[in-house]
C-alpha cells in the first residue's frame, strides 16, 4: 500500500523505483504542498521539488537521547541542510530542537544543530522535547545483607546518563561486589553509564569470625529441663554474644534466646524433644561485627 506523508519540509528517498506519484485527490502516497521537500528519483516522481541529490541521512537512532521516536541525522554538506520552506515547515524537529538552529529550516525531521567552532563543534542542548530514559534495576543479594544507593528496585535515568552506586553491608555481612555493567565491580562505591536498560546486583556475604561453634543435647533428670548446650571460642575482643536459634537452616530471622558473659550457653527455652535447632552467635560489643557458624543441635 503507498505510504502518506502530511509533515512539511519531507524527506523520500530510496524507497525503490516507485518513489512517489502525486495524487491531487489526496487518496495517493504523496500530495504536495508548498515547497522545501527533497523526494527522490522515481520514474513516476514528477513533483517539481523531486531530487537526485542524496540526503546523507545517518542511520535511524535516538540522537542526542531525544525524541519520541528515532531520527536520522543530516550533515551540514546534506543537500536538506537549510533547505526546507520556512512558511510551511513545523517550529521544532522531531526532538524538540528550535528551527531554525543554523541559518535555516532544514528538511525532514532533524534540524542539525551545532554549537561551538570547527574542529571542537558539538551538538546543541535541547532544552525542549521529550527527553529518552532508561530503567535501572538494582538488586540486593542476599536479601538483608546491605543496602544500596540508590535503593534496591526500579528507577528512571536519562538516556546516556551516569548514575552513582553506593552498596552498604548490614551489620554481619561484607560487601563481596557487584554483577552488571558497572565501572568498578569490586569497588562499593562505582557508576553506571545508561547507554540502555540496565540490571546490576550488590552482592554480600555472612562475615564469620567465631568458626566453631557447637551444642549437645542432654536430658534433663531429677526435675531439672532438657538443655542443649552450645560452645564457642570467643573471637578477637568480643566480651559477650548474643545467641540466636531458629528452626530451619540459614533461617534469616533467627529468635534471640540470651546474652552471655561468656564462650558458652545452655538453651531451656522451649525446647520440643527432638526437634533440631539451628543456632549463631553474634558478638554484642568489640570489634568485628559479624556471625559465627551455624551450629544444628536435635533437642534430647
Do not use: H
Not at 143 to 148: E, K, L, P, V
Not at 152 to 157: D, E, I, K, L, M
Not at 277 to 287: A, C, K, M, W
Request: proline letters at 9%; hydrophobic letters at 35%; glycine letters at 12%.
Amino acid at each position: 500500500m503507498p505510504a502518506r506523508s502530511r509533515s512539511p519540509a519531507a524527506i523520500i528517498f530510496n524507497n525503490g523505483i516507485n518513489e512517489c506519484f502525486v495524487d491531487t485527490a489526496g487518496v495517493g502516497s504523496v500530495l504536495s504542498a508548498g515547497g522545501g521537500n527533497l523526494i527522490g528519483f522515481g520514474p513516476v516522481c514528477n513533483i517539481s521539488t523531486r531530487s537526485t541529490a542524496d540526503p546523507l541521512l545517518g542511520p535511524l537512532q535516538y540522537n542526542q537521547g531525544q525524541g519520541p521516536t528515532p531520527t536520522m541525522a543530516l550533515p551540514e554538506t546534506s543537500p536538506a541542510f537549510n533547505a526546507a520552506d520556512p512558511t510551511t515547515s513545523l517550529s521544532t524537529d522531531q526532538r524538540g530542537q528550535t528551527r531554525s538552529a543554523m541559518g535555516g529550516f532544514d528538511i525532514g525531521a532533524f534540524e542539525l544543530c551545532l554549537e561551538g567552532r570547527p574542529p571542537l563543534q558539538r551538538p546543541c542542548t535541547i532544552l525542549a522535547g521529550i527527553q529518552q530514559v532508561a530503567q535501572l534495576t538494582i538488586q540486593v543479594n542476599p536479601t538483608g545483607g546491605g543496602t544500596t544507593i540508590p535503593a534496591a528496585g526500579a528507577s528512571n535515568y536519562p538516556l546516556g546518563s551516569v548514575v552513582a552506586l553506593t552498596a552498604t553491608p548490614a551489620a554481619g555481612f561484607a560487601f563481596v561486589n557487584w554483577t552488571g555493567a558497572v565501572t568498578d565491580s569490586a569497588n562499593p562505591s562505582t557508576t553506571i553509564i545508561m547507554s540502555g536498560d540496565q540490571t546490576v546486583t550488590a552482592n554480600f556475604a555472612p562475615v564469620t569470625c567465631v568458626n566453631d561453634l557447637s551444642g549437645r543435647g542432654t536430658a534433663g533428670l531429677f526435675g531439672r529441663p532438657d538443655r542443649i548446650d552450645l560452645t564457642w571460642t570467643a573471637f578477637g575482643s568480643a566480651t559477650s554474644y548474643n545467641v540466636l536459634r531458629g528452626t530451619a537452616p540459614g533461617a534469616e530471622n533467627p529468635v534471640p534466646i540470651g546474652t552471655p558473659a561468656t564462650s558458652a550457653f545452655s538453651d531451656t527455652t522451649g525446647l520440643v524433644k527432638g526437634t533440631t535447632y539451628y543456632y549463631v552467635v553474634l558478638p554484642v560489643s568489640g570489634v568485628p561485627v559479624c556471625t559465627s557458624n551455624e551450629a544444628a543441635v536435635t533437642a534430647p
